[in-house]
């Protein structure tokens, strides 16, 4: 079982960057995929959730509107495109995937550093 996020970086505020996940040794629909971010020295924060199917989603009020979560199962994928970034947004952004019917721990992907700065 793997998780593996990419696409993070420097960016400066106000501008965009996404993150993808690529899973494998898993059913890839079996699972809720949703990206979670942390702060050195803060707790994680659930940022955004999509269902196994796609068909619903959820965001954090912090990224509500910036934020599109989108997934593909056929490619076993999952991004996050985050537009109008701000410095706040600077974390390490992990990929997580939660099986539907809770018969299995959770994956998690190692992370992805995401820093907003002039």
């Known amino acids: 079982v793997q998780l593996v996020e990419s696409g993070g970086g420097l960016v400066q505020p106000g501008g965009s960057l996404r993150l993808s996940c690529e899973a494998s040794?898993?059913?890839?629909?079996?699972?809720?995929i949703g990206w979670v971010r942390q702060v050195p020295g803060k707790g994680r924060e659930g940022i955004s959730y999509i269902s196994n199917y796609g068909d619903k989603t959820y965001y954090a009020d912090s990224v509500k509107g910036r934020f599109i979560i989108s997934r593909d199962n056929a490619k076993n994928t999952a991004a996050l495109q985050m537009n109008s970034l701000r410095p706040e947004d600077t974390a390490v952004y992990y990929c997580?995937?939660?099986?539907?019917?809770?018969?299995?721990?959770?994956?998690w992907g190692p992370g992805t550093q995401v820093t907003v700065s002039s």
């Open positions: 997580k995937a939660h099986n539907i019917m809770g018969s299995t721990a959770d994956y």
């Open positions: 040794g898993f059913a890839h629909r079996d699972y809720v």
